[in-house]
């Protein structure tokens, strides 16, 4: 599968921003599909994963309750809806898929990546 991530730009500090994940090659209904991000000179970071039927969704610490991961199949696409932005969501977004239908945590559980979109969130 190949994806292709969106849907980032520049905000201010409490707008809100909607990224999707388009996937291509393969459909999406295959995959449980994940959310990362990567600030400039740091980690690789978990912020929201979903199975593959949407039913679990979960989400790292760092969002504080203020992001939602969906999906739909049927349009082979993944979103990450992102409210109440602060500048720490700085970062390069990318979304990623993986085999195993219930989806993970970590960077080494995800098979496909997308090439990631830039969000950036002034104060």
């Known amino acids: 599968v190949q994806l292709q991530a969106s849907g980032g730009g520049l905000v201010q500090a409490g707008d809100s921003l909607r990224l999707s994940c388009e996937a291509s090659?393969?459909?999406?209904?295959?995959?449980?599909m994940g959310w990362f991000r990567q600030a400039s000179g740091k980690e690789r970071e978990f912020v929201a994963g979903?199975?593959?039927?949407?039913?679990?969704?979960y989400y790292g610490d760092s969002q504080k309750g203020r992001f939602t991961i969906s999906r739909d199949n049927t349009k082979n696409k993944a979103y990450l809806q992102m409210n109440n932005l602060e500048p720490e969501d700085t970062a390069v977004y990318y979304c990623a898929a993986t085999y195993d239908p219930l989806g993970g945590r970590r960077r080494s559980e995800f098979q496909y990546w997308g090439q990631g979109t830039l969000v950036t969130v002034s104060s």
């Open positions: 090659r393969d459909t999406l209904r295959s995959y449980a």
């Open positions: 979903i199975n593959w039927n949407g039913y679990v969704k």
